[in-house]
């Protein structure tokens, strides 16, 4: 009990340094931080906790218990950016400990004690932890069903039970369903139907790979058949093509794959689905989740659930949803960077998984029951169109889980481990921190002018590598893999808790935002032209329209009593030619991490126009998922 204590306390140490360092002190981000949080302010105006609204706009965006969640820390915290992210570290911490007991549960508590530390600061996760999304909340709600389900059933299989029956990895009691199903519910609430798609698919892969009926001697009877069967096939496939043996040799190894084959035959899987209990998933998803569906369907005539249905479940397969796209891989290098800095244990972590698998090691359940849940995520997601790096993120505690055993065997049995890799993932965190030092002085010229400090980050990375060779090279395994994970916290701290402030002083919706008020108290007319960015909306606390065209900027020019157009430089020239003596420029900023300026525009006031007066507003308010 006291070890648990002792690693579950440094595993929260470690997430309040990395995810809540100046959490709050960064401006939103576009697109989504500013969008999300834009909502749940509207929302909790508009006293409305059914119906999403953007920008004035109903928002098929999002099931609502991120905003929910929004609007708890607003209550509680006042209106600022801590208010809607510090949801997203609390369960980037709570992902970690139910990593850690996972890890305990199905290998040892040392190596939870790893998995737990290795989520906690690889750089995707982290960024998810600290940004007013829905991710980092989802892949808690994933982690922990899986946790309920390791807890109350795999943890607890008998001595004497063989693995003949699939409910022997499930939950013992019916409590147990309900949790794990409830935690699903919950993320369908997050997220949607796909929440519980990537945790059935996760779990029913594992139960398909664990399962082995009793085999009884007419089994082992056509098993023997069908391999000399196999076997004929391959000899006289040789003997017609005259094959050379290494190729029969590799042809006589492809029996693991039609054994593969057939743990995935349509009858196990629905033996699978079965067992699994779906009509207690659907009656505890349907008390808990279908509700508020029912009260959106009903409140917007069926517009919101057609929409998110259409937008992000059927879309998402046929084509790129805002040109988010890229090849069947995609994903894989997503892994390598995301998992950063461990992902430079992957090689080892996939030969080492692999060995123990076909070995029968103790700890093949929880080897497996990781392999599948990172397998079934990732591939889901490269099947779909639409890709981005964080749909991925519920995986990296699966990944965590497999990368923790080889940290641990590395430590206790370094004898046997070959000590290439340490010295491998030294070098690389130096290379890497070299790189640094050299790459962003040279991107902030272009886009963050002063900014070149920005490459002292990597200065983490090359004193941690260079402290790993060295103890490496003084056979020290522990002092080299506790260096590297203290060289892992320091270097996310420095690049999240701190760099990233030296990147929001260039930030302009806060600033922009502030002139506005100035130059106008009360409540904002704007619109922008050319040039749209969801934070305004939220800084401004004001809808924007979104103007496409001159007829409407005329509309809205003629409409409002105290117009202000947002636009950039580049059309500057065209709108005073266009409407000449009705604007004047109120102030003008160097864009965000791009060329060019953004001019803010004071048009001139139309004393005619009640200041009751509705503005024109297009819809057209896309946002990324």
Same mark, same amino acid.
């Given at each position: 009990?006291? +070890?648990?204590?002792?690693?579950?306390?440094?595993?929260?140490?470690?997430?309040?340094?990395?995810?809540?360092? $100046?959490?709050?002190?960064?401006?939103?981000?576009?697109?989504?931080?500013?969008?999300?949080?834009?909502?749940?302010?509207?929302?909790?105006?508009?006293?409305?906790?059914?119906?999403?609204?953007?920008?004035? +706009?109903?928002?098929?965006?999002?099931?609502?218990?991120?905003?929910?969640?929004?609007?708890?820390?607003?209550?509680?915290?006042?209106?600022?950016?801590?208010?809607?992210?510090?949801?997203?570290?609390?369960?980037?911490?709570?992902?970690?400990?139910?990593?850690?007991?996972?890890?305990?549960?199905?290998?040892?508590?040392?190596?939870?004690?790893?998995?737990?530390?290795?989520?906690?600061?690889?750089?995707?996760?982290?960024?998810?932890?600290?940004?007013?999304?829905?991710?980092?909340?989802?892949?808690?709600?994933?982690?922990?069903?899986?946790?309920?389900?390791?807890?109350?059933?795999?943890?607890?299989?008998?001595? $004497?039970? +063989?693995?003949?029956?699939?409910?022997?990895? !499930?939950?013992?009691?019916?409590?147990?369903?309900?949790?794990?199903?409830?935690?699903?519910?919950?993320?369908?609430?997050?997220?949607?139907?796909?929440?519980?798609?990537?945790?059935?698919?996760?779990?029913?892969?594992?139960?398909?790979?664990?399962?082995?009926?009793?085999?009884?001697?007419?089994?082992?009877?056509?098993?023997?058949?069908?391999?000399?069967?196999?076997?004929?096939?391959?000899?006289?496939?040789?003997?017609?093509?005259?094959?050379?043996?290494?190729?029969?040799?590799?042809?006589?190894?492809?029996?693991?794959?039609?054994?593969?084959?057939?743990?995935?035959?349509?009858?196990?899987?629905?033996?699978?689905?079965?067992?699994?209990?779906?009509?207690?998933?659907?009656?505890?998803?349907?008390?808990?989740?279908?509700?508020?569906?029912?009260?959106?369907?009903?409140?917007?005539?069926?517009?919101?659930? +057609?929409?998110?249905?259409?937008?992000?479940?059927?879309?998402?397969?046929?084509?790129?949803?805002?040109?988010?796209?890229?090849?069947?891989?995609?994903?894989?290098?997503?892994?390598?960077?995301?998992?950063?800095?461990?992902?430079?244990?992957?090689?080892?972590?996939?030969?080492?998984?692999?060995?123990?698998?076909?070995?029968?090691?103790?700890?093949?359940?929880?080897?497996?029951?990781?392999?599948?849940?990172?397998?079934?995520?990732?591939?889901?997601?490269?099947?779909?169109?639409?890709?981005?790096?964080?749909?991925?993120?519920?995986?990296?505690?699966?990944?965590?889980?497999?990368?923790?055993?080889?940290?641990?065997?590395?430590?206790?049995?370094?004898?046997?481990?070959?000590?290439?890799?340490?010295?491998?993932?030294?070098?690389?965190?130096?290379?890497?921190?070299?790189?640094?030092?050299?790459?962003?002085?040279?991107?902030?010229?272009?886009?963050?002018?002063?900014?070149?400090?920005?490459?002292?980050?990597? !200065?983490?990375?090359?004193?941690?590598?260079?402290?790993?060779?060295?103890?490496?090279?003084?056979?020290?395994?522990?002092?080299?893999?506790?260096?590297?994970?203290?060289?892992?916290?320091?270097? !996310?701290?420095?690049?999240?808790?701190?760099?990233?402030?030296?990147?929001?002083?260039?930030?302009?919706?806060?600033?922009?935002?502030?002139?506005?008020?100035?130059?106008?108290?009360?409540?904002?007319?704007?619109?922008?032209?050319?040039?749209?960015?969801?934070?305004?909306?939220?800084?401004?606390?004001?809808?924007?329209?979104?103007?496409?065209?001159?007829?409407?900027?005329?509309?809205?020019?003629?409409?409002?009593?105290?117009?202000?157009?947002?636009?950039?430089?580049?059309?500057?020239?065209?709108?005073?030619?266009?409407?000449?003596?009705?604007?004047?420029?109120?102030?003008?900023?160097?864009?965000?991490?791009?060329?060019?300026?953004?001019?803010?525009?004071?048009?001139?006031? $139309?004393?005619?126009?009640?200041?009751?007066?509705?503005?024109?507003?297009?819809?057209?308010?896309?946002?990324?998922?």
């Amino acid at each position: 009990m006291r +070890q648990m204590l002792s690693h579950q306390a440094w595993i929260v140490l470690v997430g309040l340094i990395v995810f809540f360092t $100046n959490l709050g002190s960064a401006a939103l981000f576009d697109m989504d931080e500013a969008i999300y949080a834009s909502s749940a302010r509207e929302m909790a105006q508009r006293g409305d906790w059914v119906v999403p609204y953007f920008n004035g +706009q109903m928002s098929p965006d999002k099931p609502p218990l991120m905003f929910w969640m929004m609007m708890l820390g607003t209550a509680l915290f006042g209106t600022c950016e801590f208010a809607v992210r510090i949801h997203s570290a609390v369960c980037a911490i709570g992902t970690a400990l139910a990593t850690y007991h996972i890890g305990r549960l199905l290998f040892r508590a040392e190596v939870g004690f790893w998995a737990g530390l290795i989520v906690s600061t690889s750089i995707i996760f982290t960024v998810s932890a600290r940004a007013a999304t829905v991710d980092s909340m989802l892949t808690f709600l994933i982690t922990a069903a899986i946790l309920v389900m390791v807890a109350d059933g795999l943890a607890r299989r008998g001595a $004497n039970d +063989q693995g003949d029956r699939m409910a022997s990895f !499930l939950p013992r009691h019916w409590l147990g369903f309900v949790a794990m199903y409830a935690l699903m519910a919950l993320a369908v609430l997050a997220k949607g139907s796909v929440a519980v798609i990537m945790t059935g698919g996760a779990i029913g892969l594992f139960l398909l790979m664990m399962y082995q009926p009793a085999v009884t001697e007419e089994t082992r009877r056509r098993r023997f058949q069908g391999t000399l069967a196999r076997a004929w096939i391959s000899l006289r496939a040789g003997a017609r093509f005259m094959t050379p043996m290494w190729l029969l040799r590799w042809t006589w190894r492809l029996d693991p794959l039609w054994r593969l084959l057939a743990r995935l035959s349509p009858g196990r899987i629905l033996r699978g689905i079965w067992t699994m209990r779906p009509l207690t998933a659907l009656l505890v998803v349907g008390l808990i989740a279908v509700p508020w569906f029912v009260m959106v369907g009903l409140r917007t005539d069926g517009q919101w659930i +057609q929409e998110f249905m259409a937008k992000y479940s059927s879309q998402a397969f046929k084509k790129p949803i805002f040109g988010h796209s890229g090849p069947w891989f995609y994903h894989l290098v997503v892994v390598f960077i995301g998992f950063f800095p461990w992902s430079v244990f992957l090689g080892p972590t996939i030969v080492e998984t692999v060995r123990r698998i076909r070995g029968n090691h103790p700890w093949r359940a929880g080897y497996i029951l990781a392999s599948c849940w990172a397998v079934a995520i990732i591939g889901f997601w490269s099947l779909i169109i639409t890709k981005l790096p964080h749909y991925i993120l519920p995986a990296y505690p699966a990944l965590a889980l497999l990368t923790a055993p080889f940290i641990y065997s590395w430590i206790t049995e370094h004898e046997r481990m070959s000590v290439w890799w340490m010295r491998n993932a030294g070098v690389t965190l130096v290379v890497v921190g070299v790189g640094m030092i050299i790459a962003l002085p040279i991107i902030a010229a272009y886009y963050l002018p002063g900014e070149g400090i920005l490459g002292l980050v990597g !200065l983490t990375l090359i004193v941690g590598g260079a402290l790993c060779l060295y103890f490496t090279g003084q056979k020290k395994p522990q002092r080299a893999m506790v260096t590297f994970a203290a060289a892992s916290v320091a270097f !996310l701290t420095a690049m999240f808790g701190f760099a990233v402030l030296r990147i929001d002083r260039h930030h302009i919706s806060p600033t922009l935002a502030a002139e506005l008020h100035e130059a106008s108290p009360g409540e904002l007319e704007l619109a922008s032209y050319g040039y749209f960015r969801e934070s305004f909306v939220y800084y401004t606390g004001s809808p924007v329209a979104k103007l496409q065209d001159t007829k409407g900027i005329q509309t809205f020019l003629d409409q409002s009593r105290r117009p202000y157009l947002i636009t950039t430089d580049k059309h500057e020239a065209s709108l005073r030619k266009q409407f000449p003596g009705r604007f004047t420029e109120l102030t003008r900023h160097r864009q965000f991490l791009g060329r060019g300026e953004v001019v803010v525009l004071a048009g001139r006031p $139309n004393t005619a126009v009640p200041l009751t007066a509705t503005r024109p507003h297009d819809s057209s308010t896309g946002s990324r998922h």
